[in-house]
């Protein structure tokens, strides 16, 4: 059964900095899709990732994908306030997502 | 704005009643999947139905079921509602299988 893991479960960093969410998935899988859920919302589509040593960037956030690792990261630059939010990485597998455990990022001042 | 709407936003029922919770896309969206996701974990993958036929099933009960309908909309039934099925239930929707999946805003079941 596929697994996906993420870590950090909770990240609480300051404006400015720079850091990273790992994603790792126990199978291997031809997609790799990042999300954002604020709070009591949907989820919102980041990126799709679909080859190995894919890499996409919108704003201040990075997604890479290594799938002979099986390991995806999103890497926030510089970050700021309105970046807090839950990150989930997803996976596909026989046409289902299979979501990680999320992470919970705080930016504070 | 993905084109999928979900109703009721927010419902509360009690233990032992019945639910059906809706979905509606655009034309042309041929898969729907619904996502089980409880407080403070990553949405669970319930089932998904493609072209009106279910297509892949999650690790739920029977008491779970589902409709496709042909104008694009759908339908998620829960019988026998438990306190464990509280969570907020989405709906994603497809052009096809393998194609990107648009997510709606999903309805906050609590079962009392």
């Known amino acids: 059964e596929l697994k996906v893991e993420q870590n950090p479960l909770f990240l609480s960093m300051q404006e400015g900095k720079n850091y990273t969410i790992y994603c790792n998935y126990s199978t291997t899988s031809d997609r790799l899709y990042w999300y954002r859920q604020d709070p009591g919302k949907s989820l919102e589509s980041l990126f799709v990732?679909?080859?190995?040593?894919a890499v996409k960037q919108e704003g201040r956030l990075m997604a890479s994908l290594d799938t002979k690792a099986r390991l995806s990261t999103l890497h926030i630059t510089a970050a700021v306030h309105d970046l807090s939010a839950t990150y989930f990485c997803a996976v596909v597998n026989t046409d289902k997502l299979i979501f990680g455990t999320g992470t919970r990022l705080q930016v504070f001042p | 704005e993905t084109g999928v709407t979900q109703s009721p936003t927010h419902l509360i029922k009690t233990r032992g009643q019945q639910v059906t919770l809706r979905c509606s896309s655009q034309s042309g969206h041929n898969t729907v999947s619904w996502y089980q996701q409880a407080l403070g974990q990553g949405p669970q993958f319930i089932f998904q139905?493609?072209?009106?036929?279910?297509?892949g099933r999650g690790n739920f009960p029977p008491r779970f079921s589902g409709l496709q309908f042909p104008n694009y909309s759908s339908e998620l039934n829960v019988n026998a509602l438990e306190l464990d099925d509280s969570a907020l239930y989405l709906c994603a929707t497809g052009e096809d299988l393998n194609e990107k999946l648009f997510f709606g805003s999903g309805t906050q079941l609590s079962v009392l």
């Open positions: 139905y493609y072209r009106e036929e279910e297509n």
């Open positions: 990732l679909l080859s190995n040593g």
